[in-house]
């Protein structure tokens, strides 16, 4: 087991390698299958792991295994550390089985691009990081995963090097990233001085020890990269940027995997978040306002992916809660179906974008259910998860999860509104974008512009893998169905024991709830934005908070852009100018003025040298005489 | 036993302070040669002097070197006079000023 989880672990890693290394030896195509194979190997030998594990009594199910020593400073030694148990088990089968799917769909998706290997090698390391980070068994390892997945990003991102719009999306995904990175230091080397070690079972035993203000801070710094990479207000900006990548991008990094790094870390150090039930409380406080605030900007948007973008942070919201108000396996099981349906959904909207040559805008688009029927009947499949209607996976994940809130108290009623209004919202957006794109009559655009996916080799690998996702999306969910069959979360209890648990009850009314106001939520959809086109009141102030994105942006523009620019360019006006080129020039200017008056005592005759040299001789003698005496 | 080492180094001095004299004050290249010897036979004497007063022979042998040294000075600067004299350049150090700054 030990070892089919390292073969899970640097299969990727050896494919990007070999792809880099391999340059023009490997053609475009032969880079594409090596990635894709690499990521199924991956996900075999994680299967394999899973059957050893499940083999086994569930208290014992808990590995480590170190490689080497990768550093030593004094007493702190940091091997290379696997941890393998169920919850690693779990985020490896879900990272490499959705990843496999949609590396494999990148081989049609990218078929004639100018630089497939760079792509697939990108791709690759990126599986590599996210299998270092929810493999790792130490916080350190953890934190280098976490870089390395920021690092991917930003390459990804801006994988279109020649558009500004992408490197620009690319440096402020990096940079929001690093921000939550740079928490995540600071609550480490908290740890570390507090505890001496960083190994996840030293840390967990030594964490009730420590206590005070030094828990919350380390709380809040671990908090503060969750929140980062899981796009979460405060740092949630970057995300609907991050959509200038190719679309598996999107899918892969901004869907499925990377961003629910944040819910990962949030459930794997639960015994840390325990010790300060205010900073778990935050947590899903942060998570309930970005899934409104996410559901009701995606509203509004008016580019495909941008669209599903929105909703990914909002349905990261719901895991936020869950994960906050210690719902770990429901979080989990969410995590699993949302990387189902929003990795679907973002590779059908790469079909759609392809269909159209490239053309992401709503508006252009209309009409595609005819002439895309298969794309239309997935995407469909996709959207309904979404919605949490039954039987689709979202439904089985998402409503145990807004029903155990009620467990919680005051604060999780609270929630649990919140929750359902998100439920509403999910369905009016993700009906929004079914009836604009494929409803009604097609576009002028799509008329003019639509080209039909053949059946040649790139279409088919998009088909399949599409086809796939789609079951999954579809029937994913049926793995656990609360209270009645619960396989996930019993498999995560040694790791992460749900701190709240709804009746039956309870989850039989906020199913039905949530269940209406989804279908509300299409039902408005329906009635907007398909045949009826119902006229809404959209007042204008409302609609520009809206496209605004509610001012983050333009908040943050001027909060850190202009301050700092501006502090710069008096920088420039006053340090720069007069103090730094100033005094150069001065210097410089000084120089040549004492060197033509030295220059001046150059007269040319001999005699006044032959006197300047007895002169001094006579001088140096007076004085050594005068020091003797 | 001759006059005492203060006759000698009295007499150096002069010697010395003449040559020195000559070398600023003179512009006739050769005689400032001229002056160059007096002053390093000024310190030969001196040396001579002091090697006699305190019985050790490292002055006398010092003295010899400067003499050699002074022998191939005469030899450049002469050569130089020479040469100055063959390109029809005045024979004035004070003219000799292509090196002011």
Known sequence: MIAASWITLLAPLGAAALITLGGTWITRRQAGYLATLSVLVSFVTALIAFFELLNEHPEERSHTSTLWTWLTAGDLQVGLRILVDPLSIFMMLVVSGVGFLIVAYSIGYMDGEDEERRFFAYMSLFVFSMLLLVQSGDLLILLAGWGLVGLCSYLLIGYYQERPEAIAAAKKAFIMNAFGDATMVLALFLVLQRLGTLEYGGVFAGIDGIGGWAITLISLGLLGGAVAKSAQIPLQTWLPDAMEGPTPVSALIHAATMVTAGVYMLVRLNPIFEQTPGIQKLAAGLGALTLLVAGLIALVQVDIKRVIAYSTMSQIGYMFVGAGMTAYPNAMFHLMTHAFFKALLFLGAGIVIHALLNEQDMRKMGGLGRTLPRTYAVMLVGALALAGIPPLSGFFSKDPLIASLLDAGGYGVLLWLACLVGTFLTGLYAFRLIFIVFGGEPSPYAREHLHRPGTTMPALWMAWTVGALAVLAAFGGWIQFSPFWTPITDFLEPVAAPGIEPSGMQELWTSILAVALGLAGILLAWAVFSARRVEVPRPAAIQRLLEEKFYFDTAYDYAFYRPASWIAAAAIRFVEGPIISGSIRELSEGTRLLATRVSGLETGLLRTYALALGGGAALLALVFLAVRA | ?101
């Open chain 2, 1 to 101: 036993m001759g006059p005492d080492v203060s006759w000698y180094i009295v007499t150096s001095a002069f010697l010395f302070a003449t040559g020195a004299l000559g070398v600023l004050l003179r512009r006739n290249p050769l005689i400032v040669l001229l002056s160059l010897e007096i002053m390093l036979n000024a310190a030969n004497l001196a040396l001579i002097g002091f090697a006699r007063h305190l019985g050790d022979t490292a002055g006398q042998v010092f003295a010899l070197a400067v003499m050699a040294v002074a022998a191939s000075e005469v030899v450049v600067g002469l050569g130089l006079i020479v040469a100055l004299n063959r390109n029809r350049l005045p024979l004035d150090v004070d003219r000799l000023s292509t090196l002011r700054g």
